[in-house]
């Protein structure tokens, strides 16, 4: 379906062009519209009309990265006089990702140099598109958080991200762009630390601060989902995450509630504002609040009794969840066994009772 796209868009950038498609065979070059990859890097390279050259671009991602010369061919696209061209080039490479390697320096030169910031941030986009595989870069990846334009800085961010603990040695300049002023940069600079895991482990108290007070709620939900990623390592956010469970914005609470739960025992301290989550106006802030709780392990015992009355929640997902988690605490959750048989026997949905029989077998174990 893309190949006929790009065949449809081919044609109309060259209306004049013969009419044959891509054609492949054995003992014949691969073909595009009756040129083969030289010929379209020729064209690409000497043709005086951009929109020649942008159809170049188009004919040689159809051929693909594993057509001999086609990466570093488009790659020479990168260096054309026309923006528009290189910004395709820069596209056209990472979608050709991860075969098109060899043209990360290439990719991470043009971000940090081209004149135009929509090449930049197009290139630093399509850097990102190469994964971990684009930790040679890291270095130019971090100097482009300084770029002058925020979608640069927006789209470096969350390549390193990306990239993952790889590109841990980024962690003090994300941690800048925790004040950016652009808000999608502080977004993916909070993404990026958290995809470090406990590589960014320093980044730990900025994040909190930021899920405490940024004015923005996306960048507050980003905050508390990387603190999330980070596991035990962001223990010390813990108070900060069990504030965030009262934000006014319900994807800030969310992202509050799983990430307490991705911190297991270490978000003990937290109990008393888990359990006053049982009672949010959103029913998955609830269920996640639930399992949070449940993570606890034995720890949870002091909110058996706040996990009881979730037994008649009247949303039957958060019924079931609190079920669910009551039998995962074994004999921890002694205490709830009356209310779990009445559920059994009386819950008006049949994926409750059956949920609250295999808790009862659970907490009461071998017979």
């Known amino acids: 379906m893309v190949r006929g796209l790009l065949i449809a868009l081919l044609a109309l950038l060259l209306p004049s062009a013969g009419l044959a498609e891509y054609q492949a065979t054995t003992d014949q070059p691969r073909v595009v519209r009756g040129k083969t990859a030289s010929e379209w890097i020729e064209l690409l390279e000497k043709d005086p009309k951009p929109e020649r050259r942008r159809a170049a671009l188009v004919a040689l991602s159809i051929l693909g990265p594993k057509e001999p010369g086609v990466v570093v061919g488009v790659s020479t696209g990168l260096n054309d006089a026309d923006a528009a061209v290189r910004r395709q080039a820069a596209q056209t490479l990472g ?74 040695s980024a962690t003090p300049q994300l941690v800048e762009r925790l004040k950016d002023p652009d808000a999608l940069v502080r977004g993916y600079a909070a993404y990026a630390l958290g995809r470090f895991g406990d590589a960014g482990r320093a980044a730990v108290p900025s994040l909190a601060e930021a899920l405490a007070k940024d004015a923005q709620s996306a960048v507050r939900r980003s905050a508390a989902s990387a603190l999330g990623e980070m596991g035990a390592s962001a223990a010390a956010a ?113 994926a409750v009772r059956e949920a609250a029989a295999e808790a009862i077998r659970k907490i009461e174990g071998p017979m």
């Open 238 to 350: 813990v108070p900060a995450l069990g504030t965030a469970l009262k934000d006014k914005q319900i994807e800030v609470r969310r992202a509050a509630a799983e990430s307490l739960g991705k911190l297991g025992p270490q978000s003990k301290i937290a109990l008393t504002a888990l359990t006053g989550a049982f009672k949010d106006a959103d029913k998955l802030v609830r269920s996640l609040a639930i399992q949070s709780v449940g993570n606890l392990g034995k720890e949870a015992e002091p909110a058996v009794t706040s996990l009881v009355q979730c037994l008649s929640d009247e949303a039957v997902e958060v019924r079931l969840v609190a079920v669910e988690e009551l039998g995962r605490l074994g004999s921890v959750a002694k205490g709830a066994l009356p209310a779990l048989k009445e559920a059994e026997k009386n819950d008006s949905r049949a």
């Open 95 to 168: 979608e050709m990702a991860p075969a098109a390697k060899v043209a990360l320096d290439s990719l991470a030169k043009t971000m940090e140099s081209d004149k135009e910031q929509a090449v930049r941030e197009t290139a630093a986009k399509a850097l990102g598109r190469f994964g971990a595989d684009a930790k040679p870069v890291v270095s130019s990846l971090t100097h482009a958080l300084q770029d002058r334009h925020a979608g640069t800085r927006a789209a470096a961010a969350e390549t390193l991200g990306r990239i993952g603990s790889a590109a841990g």
